[in-house]
């Protein structure tokens, strides 16, 4: 069964997210589905959590920062 919700966002990238849906043959309801689905079925445990970190292995800021500099906002 289908629920109905209501989002907002961003009229522009809205739009831009409607014409890369129907480049793609999709649409932008069916492209919220698929994302919901795989937000709800995200890294429940510790070994899922490893893996996700290992695909962003690639990922290299440069340096080491400090706690103040994590924390800053």
């Known amino acids: 069964m289908l629920k109905n919700i209501t989002l907002s966002a961003d009229k522009t990238l809205i739009e831009k ?3 890369y849906a129907e480049s793609n ?3 932008l309801n069916a492209e919220f589905r698929r994302w919901l689905e795989q937000y709800v079925e995200s890294p429940q445990t510790r070994s899922d959590l490893d893996e996700l970190m290992k695909r962003f292995s690639y990922v290299n800021p440069g340096k080491t920062f400090t706690r ?4 800053a906002r």
């Open 17 to 19: 997210a409607r014409q």
């Open 25 to 27: 043959d999709t649409t």
């Open 68 to 71: 103040e500099e994590m924390n």
